[in-house]
């Protein structure tokens, strides 16, 4: 797969780390060109996250930097084009997640991106495969896989609901469960429900249209058409969970910070037996009335510590979409920690 030639390079300033220059080259000319990126914006985000400078010619790439960073990029290098030799397609987060792991990994661990092999969990679905992409959905996949509750909070654009949805598919693919029911608090955007057009479920449709996005995402669309026809696959506001119990189902409840107190104890004990739960939220963007307390904050309070609950929390150093996302999450991050110390003073 590639020509190995690992050179150590006179470093600019005394002091500083000793600079490698890593010669690589693919084998194959059309996954090589999927690997680089069109325009080469694949090695350009290398680049920038790895501190290193990728200089490409053909289907051959010249890796210069400090020897870590330059070992790194070649391991994100190697993974991802064995990621393509398996058929599988490349993203723009695909290529942020490999980074992340090697950074995660530095030059403690070894890939063995001859097997294709990174340690970050992978749900394996009929359409294609959901890996983690960072530490904290990584442990956010192993709690999924072994409690029955699960708590994931977190700011926006984390993978909190894009996973929960794709381990209930993979249950519901494996015929682990029979049904998968997905929920939001209908938290009314300025105009009372009853107000807006349209019949029930054209009232609450737009509520709940991220989760149709992951589901139509992450399986076929005839197999999604059907399964809610014939109600395998339920999607309902929180307030039509009261009185049931939910037996043989994944329920993912999402927004959770929208919902009061006593709805989390309502939707908590709907639990039925061979049934799991995933409760997803970020605690920032609260959209209750004032005064009112966030059921997910203190469920999460609540329940710490019981056992067969995992709560696993997401920072703005997971946010897998735009490169800005983080940067804004991190930006409100700092002005509420101001105003939490100037109210403190």
Known sequence: ???????????????????????????????????????????????????????????????????????????????????????????????????????????????????????FEEINLRKRPVRARTAAQDAYVRALRRQSLVFGIGPAGTGKTWLAVAHAIALFERKEVDRIILSRPAVEAGERLGFLPGDMKEKVDPYLRPIYDALFDLMDTRIVDRALQTGEIEIAPLAFMRGRTLANAVVILDEAQNSTTMQMKMFLTRLGENSRMIVTGDPSQVDLPRGQTSGLSEAVRLLDGVEGISCCTFTAADVIRHELVARIVAAYDRADAARRQEGGE
């Open 1 to 119: 797969m590639r020509d190995d030639e690992t050179a150590p390079l006179p470093p600019a300033v005394a002091g500083e780390p000793v600079a490698t220059q890593i010669m690589l080259a693919f084998d194959d000319n059309r996954l090589a060109s999927a690997l680089f990126g069109q325009y080469g914006q694949n090695l350009a985000l290398i680049e920038r996250r790895l501190g290193v400078v990728a200089d490409q010619r053909g289907n051959h790439v010249a890796i210069a930097g400090p020897e870590d960073a330059a070992e790194q990029a070649r391991h994100v290098l190697e993974g991802l084009y064995e990621q393509l030799k398996r058929g599988d397609d490349l993203t723009a987060g695909d290529v942020e997640g490999a980074i992340r792991l090697a950074i995660a990994q530095g030059s403690l661990f070894d890939f063995d991106a001859g097997a294709g092999r990174q340690s």
